[in-house]
């Protein structure tokens, strides 16, 4: 292969790396547990809707080394307003209670978008 063709390779590999990189490097939608707890009531990932986006959490959250598990808690509980006046509702409102596992699984995807 010639140097320019190896340049030309190379590029190519580098620009479809980045390209694909964000799809697999992101979690899979835990779409079981979002249709059990009945988030998307509420939620979207992108844009607010009644409550904030899972990206928007995400922004907000993902940096704060305690975060994840303040989330799963109020998850699991439910808890007060944080982003205007509509409070996280309990599970016995949502879909029933979740497990600290589901949590987890739940709260990992939003802090991943």
């Known amino acids: ?11 190519m590999t580098w620009a479809l790396t980045a390209a694909l990189a964000p799809q697999a490097f992101s979690k899979p939608e835990p779409t079981e547990l979002i249709d059990q707890q009945h988030c ?15 990206r928007q959490i995400a922004e907000r959250y993902r ?19 944080h982003w205007g006046d ?6 016995s409102e949502r879909g029933g209670p979740l497990s ?14």
């Open 1 to 11: 292969m010639r140097p320019w063709q190896k340049t030309i390779a190379l590029g």
């Open 40 to 54: 998307m009531f509420c939620h979207t990932v992108d844009a607010p809707f009644l409550a904030p986006s899972f």
């Open 63 to 81: 940096d704060k080394p305690d975060a994840a598990a303040r989330l799963e808690q109020k998850l699991r509980l439910g808890g007060k307003a």
């Open 86 to 91: 509509m409070p996280m509702p309990p599970p």
């Open 100 to 113: 600290p596992q589901d949590a987890h699984t739940l709260i990992d995807w939003v802090l991943s978008q």
